[in-house]
């Protein structure tokens, strides 16, 4: 899941975000982390990458489902994701789709189609997302949809292959300016937390932000073996939480 649309990722020392971001930054190679070091760009080796998405706090196998639901200021929103058999090629790379629904009040107000693959290090990164936002039934809207090496978008890391190691770093989920430029900060490794569907420790908990609405910042919770089980929007104070997994 993303910040409101759900957030994604590649490190971008905090130093830069103030300053702002270009397409044409040369970074290392994906199995060490992208670390910016000048204008945006990444180096993709679809060798690198492997056919599976396995990391602890960031599972992916097709068939499994999350639901979550969470009182919003004009109704409850449940969201529903699931890791679909459908793949897809991206930069040369297979990837993993998953279907992220959410629905207000029963009513379905957006349909995405999001792309992951993991390398061979452990790394999962996100390289894009079709999306589509409903209205009575009807798309109103596509913004925010996009495509890794596609009109100057680049992909982001989602989660780390060991997240402990880039404590307090910032870096970027996604790039495809003006429309997608979600960041994220890791801050704990040791959270515990309780939801519905079970208490979970050793929980990864992120700030999720994006230049694009500087007001709007997130906390998300990551339990290992499971995923997202919790967002916090820090703005609004609504929160929503896992209520349901089912693996195939």
């Known amino acids: 899941m993303k910040l409101n649309k759900r957030l994604a990722t590649i490190l971008i020392p905090i130093g830069l975000l103030a300053g702002g971001l270009t397409a044409g930054t040369v970074l290392t190679s994906c199995r060490n982390g992208p670390t910016a070091v000048g204008p945006y760009t990444v180096d993709i080796d679809p060798a690198d990458f492997v056919a599976r998405v396995d990391n602890p706090y960031f599972p992916l196998t097709p068939g499994t489902k999350w639901v979550y639901e969470g ?22 790379i297979t990837v993993t789709v998953v279907r992220d629904t959410v629905y207000l009040n029963g009513e379905m107000i957006e349909d995405t189609f999001d792309w992951y693959a993991q390398d061979k290090e452990g790394n999962v990164w996100y390289l894009g997302e079709d999306t589509q936002e409903y209205e009575n039934g009807q798309v109103v809207s596509t913004a925010g949809a996009w495509e890794a090496g596609v009109d100057g978008a680049l992909p982001g890391i989602v989660m780390y292959a060991d997240p402990a190691a880039h404590l307090g770093e910032t870096y970027r989920l996604e790039y495809y300016q003006g429309e997608a430029e979600d960041m994220a900060q890791i801050l704990s490794v040791k959270e515990s937390v309780t939801v519905p569907v079970g208490s ?21 919770f990551y339990a290992p073996g499971v995923g997202v089980v919790k967002e916090v929007n820090l703005e609004t104070g609504e929160t ?3 209520m349901e997994v089912s693996t195939p």
């Open 240 to 242: 929503v939480v896992l």
């Open 200 to 220: 979970f420790e050793n929980v990864l908990q992120t700030l999720d932000t994006t230049p694009l609405e500087p007001d709007v910042q997130e906390h998300k």
């Open 71 to 92: 009182q919003v200021e004009d109704g409850v929103e449940r969201i529903e994701v699931e890791v679909l058999a459908d793949t897809k090629v991206v930069m040369g």
